[in-house]
T-cell receptor
Framework: DSGVTQTPKHLITATGQRVTLRCSPR?????VYWYQQSLDQGLQFLIQ???????AKGNILERFSAQQFPDLHSELNLSSLELGDSALYFC?????????????FGPGTRLTVT | GIQVEQSPPDLILQEGANSTLRCNFS?????LQWFHQNPWGQLINLFY???GTKQNGRLSATTVATERYSLLYISSSQTTDSGVYFC?????????????FGKGTLLTVNP
């Protein structure tokens, strides 16, 4: 158990819908990262927050947004869902901002868009 | 960003065999991690090893940062070792703190 929690574990929804994925980082970790794992793209970085502020963006679609709340939990919002958004979404956390800290991954949320 | 290449892409072993997985990266790294993704999709942290050698039970890893590669050794493999092994690196030049993952090595251990 990495100490990172994600809910829900599974999500099945229809095209055009909006969903919210939730992540709680390890106790004491200030950085939260979101990654997407799909069959065609592999594991890709989406976005990073540190202590409530967005710090880095990767290949995140405009239909996707995220935020980190004062209690440090984070939410990833996916809207106008398409079939291609079906993927495993991981949240990770680390204690610091810079790259020299180990990132710990949550169990993931498996999103299926039908 | 950096490029991460893993080899071999697939590996089939008999229980009890040893194996070596390799990860090459295109630039210097501040962070190098190995993960095991089990059949349920969970990513399990194996090693945080930007340089040097570490051991954890039957697993060990070595990163030679100056030559830009890392090796994961699995000894006396068990069927529960099956899954995909990912290497991921990070070069924080330019304040880029994302991990870049390789495509993984699919390991199958047969009883």
């Amino acid at each position: 158990d990495s100490g990172v929690t994600q809910t829900p574990k599974h999500l099945i929804t229809a095209t055009g819908q909006r969903v919210t994925l939730r992540c709680s980082p390890r106790s004491g970790d200030l950085s939260v990262y979101w990654y997407q794992q799909s069959l065609d793209q592999g594991l890709q970085f989406l976005i990073q927050y540190y202590n409530g502020e967005e710090r880095a963006k990767g290949n995140i679609l405009e239909r996707f947004s995220a935020q980190q709340f004062p209690d440090l939990h984070s939410e990833l919002n996916l809207s106008s869902l398409e079939l291609g958004d079906s993927a495993l979404y991981f949240c990770a956390s680390s204690v610091g901002l810079s790259g020299g800290y180990e990132q710990y991954f949550g169990p993931g949320t498996r999103l299926t868009v039908t | 960003g950096i490029q991460v290449e893993q080899s071999p892409p697939d590996l089939i072993l008999q229980e009890g065999a040893n194996s070596t997985l390799r990860c090459n990266f295109s630039d210097s790294v501040n962070n190098l991690q190995w993960f095991h993704q089990n059949p349920w999709g969970q990513l399990i942290n194996l090693f945080y090893i930007p340089s040097g050698t570490k051991q954890n039970g039957r697993l060990s890893a070595t990163t030679v940062a100056t030559e830009r590669y890392s090796l994961l050794y699995i000894s006396s493999s068990q069927t529960t070792d099956s899954g995909v092994y990912f290497c991921a690196g990070l070069n924080s030049g330019g304040s880029n703190y994302k991990l870049t993952f390789g495509k993984g090595t699919l390991l199958t251990v047969n009883p």
